[in-house]
Each structure stands twice: as C-alpha cells, then as structure tokens.
C-alpha cells in the first residue's frame, strides 16, 4: 500500500532553516509528481510547489521563491523540503502528497502524516 | 496567485443535499479542469474527494459530486450524514505548474 512518512516535529529559532523528509513507498517512487502543502493553527491549506518525477524540476509558489528548496532522492525513495529565513508565520504543519495519476492531474490521493515546525525564539 | 474564494460556512440537516461554491478567475479555475476538493477532519490529513473538477476516487461514496461554470466550481453533498462534518478546501491548476487552494469551508451537519 502506498505510504508517505514524515520526520518529527521540529522547533527553530527565527532565522534557521528546516528540513522535513517524506519516505515513499508502495509505488513506483519516480513515475509521480510531488507537493508540498503546508497549514498554519487553525487556518487552511496552502500550496508550496512541487516536484516533477526525476527531481530535475521544481515549481514554488511565488511566495516561497527564494526560501524554499524541493529535491527527491530517488535512491531511497524520499522527499526533501528545505525552509530558509524562518519567521514565526511559518509555524505550520508541513505535508508531502502526491499527485493522484502518473499523469499529473494537480490533485493529491496520498498525503503524508504532517509534521509541525514551531518557529519561536 | 490569489486565493480561490470559498464560504465560510455551510450547514444541513441529515438526509439533505448541500453545495459549497469555490470561485477563482478566468486564470485558473475558468481556465483549466484541474479542480479539486479535500475533505479535512480536526487532526487529520487532507483526503481527496474529487479530482479533475468531476471525478471520484476509488473509494469516495457517489454522494459526492463537483461540477464547474465558467470561473466558478461547486462541490455538492447529498444525502448528508453526520460524519461529512468537516472542512472543505478546493484547488485549482493556475498555469505553468502553479495550484492555488481555496480559503476552506466549514461545514456543519445539524
């Protein structure tokens, strides 16, 4: 069965960086687009970017351009999500998801479990 | 990308149908049939309701239906049961690999 597990919760000071992994596993890892969305307490979803299937191209969503850098390794399967400059707005629960058909429909039918990053000094 | 526009709140009684509305523009939702809708319980992950503005997952009871007109796309509950109580959230496709979601809808089952 498909699975995508996050890394723990994380706590960073104001000005750090965050990495949050995603292991894949129960498909073909390279065959399907992968995105990022995050949410912040008590507020809704928000699109971060994605990656295309071989890790060779990267969209962000014009907010994130320049803070935030996606990779894949597709050696072991996993996702990587790298956050810059942390300010405290970026405390939020960070999810992995992946795109529903090899065909990439912008629609996500497997998520990960979330992991939360506090950003506080 | 601005955010696609959602209600707040919606609400029906067990048995009803229900619509919630998600409006964006002639650049993503007018523009493209790569609408989507997640359902969200409190502590929970996002699940895929509909996909590609009409379809279903495996999986996703036939209660759940999407439709689209022009810039706006709905999302209808029939036959509401006590566990859709949930939030609501809509995506789109907005051009060259870029999504934006919408604000999220609450609904409550009276």
């Known amino acids: 069965q498909v699975q995508l597990v996050q890394s723990g919760a994380e706590v960073k000071k104001p000005g750090a960086s965050v990495k949050v992994s995603c292991k894949a596993s129960?498909?073909?890892?390279?065959?399907?687009?992968m995105y990022w969305v995050r949410q912040a307490p008590g507020q809704g979803l928000e699109w971060m970017g994605v990656?295309?299937?071989?890790?060779?191209?990267?969209t962000y969503a014009q907010k994130f351009e320049g803070r935030v850098t996606m990779t894949r390794d597709t050696s072991t399967s996993t996702l990587y999500m790298e956050l810059s400059s942390l300010r405290s707005e970026d405390t939020a629960v960070y999810y992995c998801?992946?795109?529903?058909?090899?065909?990439?429909?912008?629609?996500?039918?497997?998520w990960g479990q979330g992991t939360l990053v506090t950003v506080s000094s | 990308q601005s955010a696609l526009t959602q209600p707040p709140s919606a609400s029906g009684s067990p048995g009803q149908s229900v619509t919630i509305s998600c409006t964006g523009t002639?650049?993503?939702?007018?523009?493209?049939?790569?609408v989507s809708w997640y359902q969200q319980h409190p502590g929970k992950a996002p699940k895929l309701m509909i996909y590609?503005?009409?379809k279903r997952p495996s999986g996703v009871p036939n209660r759940f239906s999407g439709s689209k007109s022009g810039n706006t796309a709905s999302l209808t509950v029939s036959g509401l049961q006590a566990e859709d109580e949930a939030d609501y959230y809509c995506?789109?496709?907005?051009?060259?690999?870029?999504?934006?979601f919408g604000g999220g809808t609450k609904l409550t089952v009276l």
């Open positions: 995506n789109s496709y907005a051009g060259s690999n870029n999504l934006v």
């Open positions: 129960g498909y073909t890892f390279t065959s399907y687009y």
């Open positions: 590609e503005v009409n």
């Open positions: 998801a992946r795109d529903s058909t090899v065909a990439n429909t912008f629609s996500f039918n497997y």
């Open positions: 002639s650049s993503d939702v007018g523009a493209y049939n790569y």
């Open positions: 990656i295309n299937p071989s890790g060779e191209s990267t």
